[in-house]
């Protein structure tokens, strides 16, 4: 399949997980989609055979560890942890703003990503053993927990799924934002699955940002408004990028959308001023 064809083909698959559910989304697949956008040569369809096959390793975990299955999330922890471990997954703190970080594709192949890539993959294992499982809203480092009946466990995939308890999730916080930082309401709130793809996908919008890539990190931004078409700031970012790019139709149908979804308050007028000044320079 050539590179055109296979980007088209990724795109409309993103369009259509847009129209679904987010409890229906399969963060596996949207991934691998997304990662063939960005590398439309790289061979997806072994990644695809290859996170089948983690998902066959998870199934048969859940079968092997009773206390697993019945609810310890300790030891689903321990059993998710084993299966990626074995197959040389670990976080890369060598190269970590490699774009290859942020690819599933890559890092099915490199057994390295960043803390989100390596995250999704234990949804993604999680989800096949029938356990419990959702990314947390922890600023700067992807975290997740595994759910059980007498609790959860909080997961730093990052570092071969080490368990966190409340010193260390203090500590990882003043790493992320300073020494004044403390634990607060909210950090360990569960994120939606398109949260999990967004925050993902974020890293190679930014990266290109960084390059100066302006024109690929709209794009990046636009394929994920094609999964998560009610993600306002991103519409109101596309925008910014549309109007900095001069292609002053785009940033308004940017705007227009933006406005049905945020009708009203300062963000709303902010926009509203921002199309007036964009229709008078049409004129």
């Known amino acids: ?76 922890a321990e059993a998710l942890a084993g299966i990626l471990a074995r197959f040389g997954y670990e976080g890369d703190q060598e190269s970590y703003d490699a774009p290859a970080n942020a690819n599933l594709i890559a890092v099915t192949q490199r057994r ?60 990882l916080l003043k790493q992320m934002e300073g020494e004044q930082a403390e634990l607060r309401p909210g950090l ?27 024109s690929g990190a709209l794009s990046c931004c636009e394929d994920m408004l094609r999964f998560a078409p009610d993600e306002a700031a991103l519409w109101r970012e596309a925008a910014v990028m549309n109007q900095r790019l001069d292609r002053i139709g785009k940033a308004l149908s940017c705007l227009d959308r933006f406005l049905v979804l945020v009708p009203d308050g300062e963000a709303a007028g902010r926009a509203r001023a921002m199309a007036v000044e964009l229709r008078q320079r049409l004129n």
């Open 1 to 76: 399949m050539d590179p055109a064809t296979t980007v088209a083909e990724a795109r409309a698959a993103l369009s259509a997980a847009g129209q679904l559910p987010d409890d229906e989304l399969d963060l596996g697949t949207l991934a691998l989609q997304l990662a063939r956008i960005d590398a439309p040569e790289a061979d997806w369809q072994s990644a695809a055979a290859h996170l089948s096959d983690l998902a066959r390793h998870a199934v048969l975990a859940a079968t092997q560890d009773a206390e697993a299955d019945a609810g310890d999330p300790l030891r689903r």
């Open 112 to 171: 390295r990503g960043l803390p989100v890539a390596l995250g999704l993959l234990w949804l993604h294992l999680a989800e096949a053993a029938g356990w419990a499982a959702h990314g947390l809203d922890f600023p700067g480092h992807f975290l997740l927990a595994l759910e059980g009946p007498g609790g959860q466990a909080v997961v730093d995939p990052f570092h071969g799924g080490l368990v966190l308890e409340a010193p260390a999730l203090r500590l």
């Open 188 to 214: 360990l709130a569960p994120v939606p699955r398109r949260a999990v793809a967004l925050r993902l996908q974020n890293n190679i919008k930014l990266r290109r940002l960084r390059a100066g890539d302006l």
